[in-house]
């Protein structure tokens, strides 16, 4: 027994003594690349401030994973540097044309190496890397993903080196370009010894603390994993007109926002955003809308239950199949649940709450039929509620929580309800399957519910309602039990039930959750939050803190591994079975991320858009926005825009003050001549497109008849207009639809043209709308007030435009309602009453 406990046992709780919470496997070290700056990339170091010394031979190895689904893959993984300045490099490239996606560059010669990325696994699990470095025969041996390799090394022995992994500023081998890599367990051995060891399981700072001697590494920008776990990271902020709703799109990882007059969707994957203008014209969305994506047919729905009308977005067309009534009263059905079911190709509408009701009734909208009915099951089954989560699964959905109360009344003392329960879709059936024990502080859900059905798991958001300044936390659960518990930190959340929404999404390609915030103010603007956290998310920890703080829950798991760990243990010594040595865990799943194809789009052939969100397509139709580094796009966008509202173009002393302020003049002069050559090598893909420098100034040539920019069109309109009429500016309604200009960009010398294109537009359309009489084409009049409103919310000549035209259609209400909101929207601008009336601006 001493001897099984000494061979087995002894091991095991020396494993499970360093374990986090519930495993030690979600550490490592995350690498920011090239979707942040230069100066935000991130950087690991072995030994700052000095070099690390061998007398033998040694081996570097490591483990590494990608992150899946990122534009670029190309950079430094890691670079070892002798006191001869001599180096050995390994370099990603794994998007490269030829197949090369490593490439090892040793003694100045480069040995490319191809890989079947697919089976490799390497974007979704943890692969060795090994490097033996025979400096005694001066032999380097490599090993990583099948392939093993030796091959003449320059380096010497007795020597010390520099190890530098990502990003780094040492002399003569500085370098920015880092791929969207993940590291961990990096050891050295000398000889048959363990040297040195960086298991970079650090929560937070820029040390990466080494195990064995004491040689901490520094790092630059660090991203750490177990962090990225624990604490939520807003990626994305902003605000779009009116009361948006927002579906998540699982096979594009796209996050789906349903606006006014157009559709923004967020990729997951990189952080961009792509603005897509409806053709169909302006919805008539109104609070609280609700949208789904059906990730089996590929289409979008928003959905209004009290007009029981479910529209549908067709991405070829860019158009909706129907348009929603402006609603006669605000919405019935606040904070409804939702999902499709593919068994009987329905859409069901859930729970809810308006004019102070909360709702059970279960509506579905039959697809095929295009026919709405409805259940309304006992309240003792399903108590009417709003606020819960639902989770949809093949069978039905399940159902999490909510406030409500019995009889559906406020009235009768509405209280949290914490059940947990399954709506079965083929008998529309409601099982009560467990009731949450509440530990602390009450709380209600937002509206999604991450379903897990192989680990019986699910996760939620959860948020206090009696708050305005509110706090978002995720909860992990069981399907089987009444047990859960908070993981990651708090999401800040401004929750007033007409004003507020929040969804939770996840991808499983990403293997991240996204928690989205909508706010309704008072501007009728909605402010949007985007938030991410990696998957499994953890109890939120402090560095340094104890194992046995995070938990009961989490030390009886692991209390009850060990045991089970003895108890097989002690059978097979009885038995005297012999024991294999056991896989590790890994800690992503195994299977493989493609990245979603890009696709040609026909009629979008050298093609320059500039307003809404900046892209360029190229002679083929490819979409080519992903070939600019931000720094190239810049450089791009200033000689193009000075090109065409100069002519001339741009000097070499304007771009450095632009671009490069902060820089010596050689040293400005080398980063344009390099992201230059680069920015040339783009556009050589796009005809009727070309930089050329014309008595000292930069420019970018277009030919129209080759190549569109829309900005271009754009200003050539605006520059006559005495010229104007009906045609002109549909064409100018058509370019300046897609959103305004370079929206997805800031910069300070944008500025100038962001504000002179917003005066213009608004002059032209007033100035056109001034030369014409109203009874000629009123509903043309209505529409050119509402895109001057796009511009300026608050325009006294649009607001009146419109009002005479609706006037003159005999819609005489809804030009008072027009001025009404005018008023409204007047006072909460400028903090001071609109001081004329109704009739005075029809006269």
């Known amino acids: 027994m001493k001897s099984c406990f000494q061979k087995y046992l002894l091991p095991i709780f020396i494993v499970f003594s360093f374990l986090g919470p519930i495993s030690g496997q979600y550490y490592g070290l995350s690498f920011a690349s090239s979707e942040a700056i230069q100066d935000l990339r991130t950087g690991l170091d072995l030994s700052p401030g000095k070099t690390l010394c061998f007398d033998n031979n040694f081996q570097l190895s490591f483990d590494i994973s990608f992150q899946p689904d990122q534009l670029e893959y190309f950079g430094y993984i890691f670079r070892i540097i002798n006191q001869r300045n001599q180096n050995f490099d390994l370099i990603s490239n794994l998007t490269s044309p030829n197949g090369s996606q490593f490439v090892i560059i040793n003694q100045g010669n480069a040995a490319p190496h191809s890989f079947d990325l697919e089976n490799t696994g390497i974007f979704n699990q943890w692969a060795k890397f090994t490097f033996d470095f025979d400096l005694e025969n001066r032999l380097l041996t490599y090993s990583f993903l099948g392939i093993k390799k030796t091959e003449p090394l320059s380096f010497e022995k007795n020597n010390c080196f520099k190890i530098l992994f ?126 789904l994506f059906n990730q089996y047919t590929g289409q979008l729905y928003t959905i209004y239950p009290d007009q029981q009308k479910i529209a549908v977005f067709d991405e070829k067309t860019r158009t909706w199949d129907k348009n929603f009534d402006p609603p006669e009263r605000i919405t019935d059905n606040w904070q409804f649940n939702k999902f499709y079911s593919r068994q009987d190709s329905s859409i069901y509408l859930l729970g809810g709450y308006g004019h102070f009701i909360y709702k059970n009734k279960v509506k579905r909208y039959h697809i095929p039929t295009a026919t709405w009915d409805s259940i309304m099951p006992p309240s003792d089954s399903f108590v009417p509620r709003y606020l819960s989560a639902l989770g949809q699964v093949d069978s039905g959905a399940y159902i999490l929580g909510g406030y409500g109360t019995e009889t559906g009344q406020q009235i009768h003392n509405p209280t949290n309800l914490y059940d947990l329960l399954y709506f079965n879709v083929k ?84 293997d991240r959750f996204f928690a989205v915030t909508l706010f309704h103010n008072t501007d009728n603007q909605t402010e949007v939050s985007i938030y991410s956290i990696a998957n499994p998310p953890l109890p939120l920890a402090q560095e340094g803190e104890p194992f046995w703080n995070y938990g009961l829950n989490y030390i009886l798991l692991v209390v009850a591994g060990l045991v089970a760990l003895v108890g097989v243990i002690l059978y097979i010594s009885r038995k005297k079975l012999s024991i294999g040595q056991a896989p590790s865990i890994e800690s992503i799943p195994n299977s493989h991320i493609s990245s979603p194809d890009e696709g040609v789009i026909q009629d979008r052939k050298n093609i320059i858009y500039l307003f809404g969100v900046f892209q360029m397509f190229d002679s083929e139709g490819n979409d080519i926005t992903k070939n600019f580094t931000p720094l190239i796009r810049e450089l791009f966008l200033v000689m193009l825009l000075f090109t065409i509202r100069w002519e001339r173009g741009i000097s070499s002393e304007k771009l450095k003050d632009l671009l490069w302020f902060d820089k010596p003049a050689e040293s400005a002069r080398n980063n344009r001549s390099v992201n230059i050559a680069k920015l040339k090598a783009i556009l050589a893909k796009v005809d009727g497109c070309h930089i050329s420098k014309e008595t000292g100034y930069w420019k970018v040539n277009t030919d129209p008849t080759k190549i569109r920019v829309d900005y271009l069109k754009y200003h050539h309109i ?9 045609s002109i500016i549909q064409e100018l309604i058509a370019i300046v639809h897609r959103g305004g200009f370079l929206s997805n960009l800031e910069h300070e010398w944008l500025d100038s043209f962001k504000a002179e294109i917003s005066n213009e537009v608004i002059d032209i359309y007033i100035h056109f709308a001034n030369s014409m009489d109203i009874a000629e084409d009123p509903e043309f009049m209505i529409e050119i007030a509402n895109y001057i409103c796009y511009f300026d919310l608050v325009n006294e000549e649009a607001m009146m435009l419109k009002c005479k035209a609706l006037v003159h259609l005999g819609k005489h209400s809804l030009a008072k309602k027009v001025f009404d909101n005018f008023r409204k929207e007047y006072k909460n601008i400028y903090n001071e009453d609109f001081i004329k009336d109704f009739q005075t601006i029809l006269d």
Not at 237 to 247: D, L, M, T
Not at 718 to 725: A, G
Request: net charge negative.
């Open 166 to 291: 990502g990003s780094n500023d040492y002399p003569k081998f500085k370098t920015t370009d880092v791929p969207p890599m993940n590291i961990r367990n990096i050891t050295i051995h000398e000889g048959d010894y363990l040297r040195y060891e960086w298991l970079l399981d650090e929560y937070s700072g820029k040390v990466a603390k080494e195990k064995i001697e004491g040689q901490d590494g520094q790092v630059e920008n660090p991203l750490w994993v177990k962090k990225m776990r624990m604490e939520w990271k807003l990626l994305k902020s902003f605000s779009v007109e009116g009361p948006i709703s927002v579906a998540f799109e699982e096979s594009e990882e796209l996050i789906h926002f349903v606006g006014l007059d157009s559709l923004i969707s967020f990729s997951c994957a990189n952080n961009q955003m792509i603005h897509t203008p409806y053709e169909s014209g302006r919805l008539h969305l109104s609070r609280g809308n609700q949208s």
């Open 427 to 510: 008998d529309t059936t409601f099982e009560k399957i467990t009731e949450l024990k509440i530990k602390n502080e009450e709380f209600v859900f937002a509206n999604s519910l991450i379903i897990q059905e192989k680990t019986r798991t699910y996760y939620g958001l959860t948020f206090s309602k009696h708050l305005f300044n509110s706090n978002l936390r995720l909860i992990k659960g069981s399907l089987d039990s009444a047990d859960y518990s908070l993981v990651g930190n708090k999401i800040p959340y401004k929750f007033y039930d007409i004003n507020a929404f929040a969804d939770l999404f996840y991808s499983p390609n990403l």
């Open 718 to 726: 605006v520059q006559d207009k005495n010229t104007l009429n009906k």
